[in-house]
């Protein structure tokens, strides 16, 4: 079990920003690939972003993140953030991290989830 604690969320307005956390265990953000996924309500939970575990950090994201979102992380704290800009009503939703299966993957690794963050984008 990774036992990943999401943090950070909170109702913020359309085009404001927000940045929000998960942590995990040393192992786990050494081992992975780490990612961001979300799900807002009455819809399929959907990948964000993602990030190498090296120091060169490559990332990935999802269209609908690209030129808003930075997925970063802290291994020395075990902390992976996403920073998230230009918020849309769209982009409320409950926000969850997992290790993935690859860089360039869209499936998360582990089938058990932690409780997630809410984001909430309302005027």
């Known amino acids: 079990q990774a036992n990943f604690v999401e943090s950070g969320g909170g109702v913020v307005q359309p085009g404001g920003s927000l940045t929000i956390s998960c942590t995990a265990s040393?192992?786990?953000?050494?081992?992975?690939?780490l990612g961001w996924f979300r799900q807002a309500p009455g819809k399929e939970q959907e990948f964000v972003a993602s990030?190498?575990?090296?120091?060169?950090?490559?990332?990935y994201y999802a269209d609908s993140a690209k030129g808003r979102f930075t997925i970063s992380r802290d291994n020395s704290v075990n902390t992976l953030y996403l920073q998230m800009n230009s918020l849309k009503v769209e982009d409320s939703g409950v926000y969850y991290c997992?290790?993935?299966?690859?860089?360039?993957?869209?499936?998360?690794?582990?089938?058990?989830w932690g409780q997630g963050t809410q984001v909430t984008v309302s005027s």
């Open positions: 040393e192992q786990t953000f050494r081992q992975y690939v």
């Open positions: 997992n290790a993935m299966r690859g860089l360039g993957s869209r499936d998360p690794f582990f089938s058990s």
């Open positions: 990030i190498y575990w090296s120091t060169s950090s490559s990332t």
